[in-house]
C-alpha cells in the first residue's frame, strides 16, 4: 500500500525549507507553507531562486502564530511576527497583482542586506490568497505565494526513475514538493484524481511544469552544468513544451497529516 513518506514546508517562498513529521492543512495548504515572499523593492515583483539562486541559501522556520525566522551564515537570526496592521504593498506574482501587509523596514533592511539589493518581505494573510491557476480547481480554491497550487505530491518511484536514467542520485530537496509518496510505482500519480491521506481527501488537479530551478544544488545554490534533471525530464516527460514532473494538489477540507499515513486511490 501507498504511503506518506515525508512532509515539506516552505515558509518563505524559494527559500530553505523544513521536513516534517506532522502538518496541520487548512485552505491554503499545509499550515505555514510559502505564507512569505520577497519582492524587488521598487516593482514588487516576486523573487525566486530562479533569477535569485542566493535565496536557497536562506533557512527559515515559522512558529506557531505563523511568525518568521530567518537564519543565514554570518547574519544574526531575525524573527518578524505576522503583520496585524500597516502597510499593504502591491506585488506581481506570475500573472496576478494583488495587495498584502509589508513585513516592515527592519524586515527589509536585513532581506536586502542579504540580497545585496532592495527587496521587501511580505505576508498573504488567508483573506487575500489569490484563486488557484485559471481553468482548474474549483471557485473557493485558493492558494497563497506558490507559483499556482497550494499542494505539490511527488512519488519516490518517480525520482528513483529519474535518478537512475539521470545516472545519479537526485535530491527530492530539488523538486520542492509538499508531499512525498512511497509504495507506488514510478508515475503512479500522474493517473490519479481523488485520493485519500488519513481522513483527508485531495483532488489532483494538473502536472507540475518543471523549470531550471530543478538544476540547482538546493545544498550549495550551484547550477548543474550539465542542465540535469531538466535535459533528461525534457527528453522523455515533455507534455505541451514542458517538463512535467508531480503533480498538484487542493484538500477538501482541513485537518492534519502525518507521515506514514496510508493514501488510498479513489479515483
Same mark, same amino acid.
Given at each position: 500500500? #501507498? !504511503?506518506?513518506?515525508?512532509? @515539506?514546508? @516552505?515558509?518563505?517562498?524559494?527559500?530553505?525549507?523544513? #521536513?516534517?513529521?506532522?502538518?496541520?492543512?487548512?485552505?491554503?495548504?499545509?499550515?505555514?507553507?510559502?505564507?512569505?515572499?520577497?519582492?524587488?523593492?521598487?516593482?514588487?515583483?516576486?523573487?525566486?531562486?530562479? /533569477?535569485?539562486?542566493?535565496?536557497?541559501?536562506?533557512?527559515?522556520?515559522?512558529? /506557531?502564530?505563523?511568525?518568521?525566522? %530567518? !537564519?543565514?551564515?554570518?547574519?544574526?537570526?531575525?524573527?518578524?511576527?505576522?503583520?496585524?496592521?500597516?502597510?499593504?504593498?502591491?506585488?506581481?506574482?506570475?500573472?496576478?497583482?494583488?495587495?498584502?501587509?509589508?513585513?516592515?523596514?527592519?524586515?527589509?533592511?536585513?532581506?536586502?542586506?542579504?540580497?545585496?539589493?532592495?527587496?521587501?518581505?511580505?505576508?498573504?494573510?488567508?483573506?487575500?490568497?489569490?484563486?488557484?491557476? #485559471?481553468? @482548474?480547481?474549483?471557485?473557493?480554491?485558493?492558494?497563497?505565494?506558490?507559483?499556482?497550487?497550494?499542494?505539490?505530491?511527488? *512519488?519516490?518511484? !518517480? %525520482?528513483?526513475?529519474?535518478?537512475?536514467?539521470?545516472?545519479?542520485?537526485?535530491?527530492? /530537496?530539488?523538486?520542492?514538493?509538499?508531499?512525498?509518496?512511497?509504495?507506488?510505482?514510478?508515475?503512479?500519480?500522474? *493517473?490519479?484524481?481523488?485520493?485519500?491521506?488519513?481522513?483527508?481527501?485531495?483532488?489532483?488537479?494538473?502536472?507540475?511544469?518543471?523549470?531550471?530551478?530543478?538544476?540547482?544544488?538546493?545544498? $550549495?545554490?550551484?547550477? !548543474?552544468?550539465?542542465?540535469?534533471?531538466?535535459? $533528461?525530464?525534457?527528453? @522523455?516527460?515533455?507534455?505541451?513544451?514542458? /517538463?512535467?514532473?508531480?503533480?498538484?494538489?487542493?484538500?477538501?477540507? $482541513?485537518?492534519?497529516?502525518?507521515?506514514?499515513?496510508?493514501?488510498?486511490?479513489?479515483?
Amino acid at each position: 500500500m #501507498s !504511503s506518506l513518506a515525508a512532509l @515539506y514546508r @516552505y515558509p518563505l517562498k524559494s527559500a530553505r525549507g523544513q #521536513s516534517l513529521p506532522q502538518s496541520a492543512v487548512d485552505g491554503l495548504g499545509l499550515v505555514g507553507d510559502r505564507r512569505w515572499m520577497l519582492v524587488d523593492a521598487q516593482r514588487g515583483r516576486f523573487l525566486s531562486q530562479r /533569477a535569485d539562486p542566493r535565496l536557497g541559501q536562506l533557512g527559515t522556520q515559522i512558529d /506557531a502564530d505563523g511568525g518568521l525566522h %530567518l !537564519s543565514a551564515d554570518g547574519y544574526p537570526d531575525l524573527y518578524v511576527p505576522v503583520p496585524v496592521a500597516g502597510e499593504l504593498r502591491g506585488v506581481t506574482l506570475w500573472n496576478d497583482s494583488f495587495r498584502v501587509p509589508d513585513a516592515g523596514e527592519a524586515a527589509a533592511g536585513w532581506v536586502s542586506d542579504f540580497m545585496g539589493k532592495p527587496v521587501r518581505l511580505v505576508y498573504v494573510p488567508a483573506d487575500r490568497a489569490r484563486t488557484v491557476s #485559471s481553468g @482548474y480547481g474549483e471557485g473557493g480554491d485558493k492558494v497563497a505565494f506558490a507559483d499556482g497550487f497550494p499542494l505539490l505530491l511527488i *512519488g519516490q518511484g !518517480s %525520482l528513483d526513475d529519474l535518478s537512475a536514467r539521470v545516472g545519479r542520485t537526485l535530491e527530492m /530537496a530539488r523538486f520542492r514538493p509538499n508531499l512525498v509518496v512511497q509504495g507506488s510505482a514510478a508515475f503512479a500519480e500522474d *493517473g490519479w484524481k481523488r485520493i485519500r491521506i488519513g481522513g483527508l481527501d485531495f483532488r489532483v488537479l494538473k502536472p507540475c511544469a518543471r523549470c531550471i530551478l530543478t538544476t540547482l544544488d538546493p545544498q $550549495t545554490g550551484e547550477r !548543474s552544468p550539465d542542465r540535469e534533471p531538466l535535459a $533528461t525530464l525534457k527528453r @522523455y516527460r515533455e507534455q505541451d513544451g514542458h /517538463a512535467m514532473f508531480g503533480q498538484n494538489l487542493v484538500c477538501d477540507g $482541513t485537518g492534519v497529516l502525518e507521515v506514514g499515513m496510508p493514501i488510498t486511490v479513489l479515483e
